[in-house]
């Protein structure tokens, strides 16, 4: 069993903004909220499907040492155009100036089983001072008896106060390519 350490509440906003070259706008506001005894609750909007909303609940493992993680297993549901539960899984981990994360969720569809899909975003990246950081991420989306499709791109970001700015590169050499900035805050 992971240690639990949770003295105090923390809340936050994520808002990132999709531009695609291929697709239009899409904006995906996500809210999430950690009490005292480790339970964790994240609302989402346009993340599983378009015009479509979510909510989760799960329990946060975490520990501060040498190396800082937390672990977040997490049920949900989903509902608006598409309407079905999941299960997902948050890892972050932190070494000095280095870090890895990863959101992982198998969503299982209630109108049809052919519109169930498996989804992971993982990056790994570092942060050579207190206000930028860098680093490479990935999304890879699996749909019900389809083939794995990977996306790879890089990461900027920066540090202002308490805000993160997050701006996200995927298959930038490609006619393909998309891009997702974020202005998030915790508190």
């Not at 959101?103 to 569809?109: E, G, L």
């Amino acid at each position: 069993m992971l240690p639990d350490t949770h003295a105090q509440t923390k809340s936050g906003i994520e808002n990132y903004n999709f531009l695609s070259t291929n697709e239009s706008y899409v904006w995906m506001p996500v809210v999430h909220h950690l009490g005292k005894k480790g339970i964790y609750t994240e609302m989402r909007y346009n993340y599983e499907a378009l015009n479509s909303a979510s909510v989760y609940i799960g329990k946060n493992f975490s520990n501060k040492g040498s190396i800082n993680y937390t672990v977040k297993p997490m049920l949900g549901i989903v509902f608006g155009k598409y309407n079905g539960e999941s299960l997902a899984l948050n890892l972050d981990l932190e070494h000095k100036n280095l870090f890895a994360s990863m959101q992982t969720q198998y969503t299982i569809s209630n109108d049809s089983g052919k519109d169930n899909f498996f989804f992971t975003w993982a990056e790994v990246g570092y942060q050579p001072v207190k206000w930028f950081f860098t680093g490479i991420s990935t999304q890879l989306t699996r749909m019900y008896k389809e083939r794995l499709l990977p996306e790879y791109g890089i990461l900027i970001g920066f540090n202002i106060k308490k805000i993160t700015i997050p701006v996200y590169a995927f298959s930038p050499l490609s006619n393909n390519r998309n891009f997702i900035i974020g202005l998030n805050t915790e508190w």
